[in-house]
């Protein structure tokens, strides 16, 4: 039988007050090393939610610096193809906070950023995010409200850079493979 919850009083009767380094490196904008760390990652993981409160996280990647700093408090992060399932746009607007994570490959320490995010289309603005000389449809416009770096425990215990821990390619079934066994009277 589970447990019922508990809540913030018992939280941090459980687990202490935050340490004061932990508390103050939170920042309301980008400092020089968090926009080195956004313009090296090549990948982001981005959490939005839905108008009922769902929770959706997605993944994003391309070249490092494909999300560009616009200033200290502003983001673009270009909407590259994909399934058109659009479920992160449709979030986000009808619900604009949005949460990143940015992973720099070898770095075991990982970006947090918080904000709001429109959606937008302007081509003047995406053009510098062009691929192949073909511009995003839409871009996320993300006003930061707060950022920090966070500490490597994460990633250092899934060893998740070594070498060592990747496993064979062909060991896994294929996207193909796995939706077509989920997917009824799919060939």
């Not at 380094?21 to 839905?50: I, M, N, Q, W, Y």
């Not at 425990?153 to 850079?161: C, F, P, S, Y």
Request: with cysteine; hydrophobic share 40%.
């Amino acid at each position: 039988m589970a447990e019922a919850g508990i809540g913030d009083a018992e939280l941090r009767q459980l687990y202490g007050a935050p340490g004061p380094l932990a508390a103050r490196k939170v920042l309301t904008r980008l400092d020089l090393h968090c926009r080195r760390f956004v313009e090296r990652s090549p990948f982001l993981v981005l959490g939005s939610s839905d108008a009922q409160g769902r929770q959706d996280v997605s993944p994003r990647g391309d070249a490092p610096g494909f999300v560009r700093v616009l200033d200290d408090r502003t983001l673009l992060l270009p909407d590259r193809p994909g399934n058109n399932r659009v479920d992160s746009l449709g979030n986000i607007a009808a619900h604009p906070t949005v949460a990143l994570i940015f992973l720099v490959p070898g770095v075991d320490e990982t970006l947090r950023v918080n904000g709001t995010a429109r959606i937008v289309t302007d081509p003047d603005l995406l053009a510098p995010s062009a691929v192949n000389g073909k511009a995003p449809r839409s871009g996320l416009l993300i006003a930061i409200e707060e950022c920090f770096l966070h500490c490597g425990k994460a990633l250092i215990r899934a060893r998740l850079w070594d070498p060592a821990q990747r496993i064979e390619r062909r060991s896994f079934p294929t996207l193909a493979r796995m939706i077509t066994d989920q997917i009824e009277g799919v060939d």
